[in-house]
């Protein structure tokens, strides 16, 4: 990667639907160099896809958690597809230490969080979980 692909990923990052006509200009270059080096990030795999970030007040919206989960090792396989059918779950990481997975789970009422989070609970393999609700964000990258 060089330098324009850094900032071509930058102006990505920030808004992923600008036109290759607006990346143009901002980056001083072509459109056919936007192009080209749009073609090539998503050709070795550092675009993945283009997608949505919501609207700070939809968020405000949403009652959000992080909810750490301890999994016996020998399912952790089973844990983490039963964990991805679940769309409120947004994210799913795994860690070193006491937990071994980390959800950032989503929803419009606590009602609903805490039912997603009893059914987390539920899957064979989970063995226990702790649940952080999400005040408020203070920046994302």
Same mark, same amino acid.
Request: net charge negative; charged share 30%; glycine share 2%.
């Given at each position: ?28 270059? /072509?459109? $056919? ?17 283009? /997608?949505?970030?919501? #609207? ?19 399912? &952790?396989? #089973? ?8 769309? &409120?779950?947004? &994210? ?28 987390? $609970? ?20």
């Amino acid at each position: 990667m060089d330098e324009l692909d850094r900032q071509l990923l930058d102006l990505l990052t920030e808004n992923s639907r600008q036109s290759v006509t607006d990346l143009a200009r901002n980056l001083g270059v /072509t459109r $056919a160099t936007v192009q080209e080096h749009m073609r090539r990030l998503e050709k070795n795999s550092v675009i993945q896809a283009y /997608t949505v970030r919501l #609207h700070p007040e939809h968020l405000k919206r949403q009652v959000s958690a992080n909810v750490l989960i301890a999994v016996d090792q020998k399912q &952790s396989v #089973h844990v983490v597809r039963q964990l991805e059918q679940l769309s &409120s779950v947004r &994210s799913l990481y795994s860690l070193s230490g006491e937990f071994d997975l980390a959800a950032i789970v989503q929803e419009e009422t606590t009602e609903a969080l805490d039912r997603d989070i009893d059914a987390m $609970a539920l899957i064979d393999g989970v063995q226990r979980t702790q649940t952080s609700i999400i005040l408020s964000k203070k920046f994302e990258r």
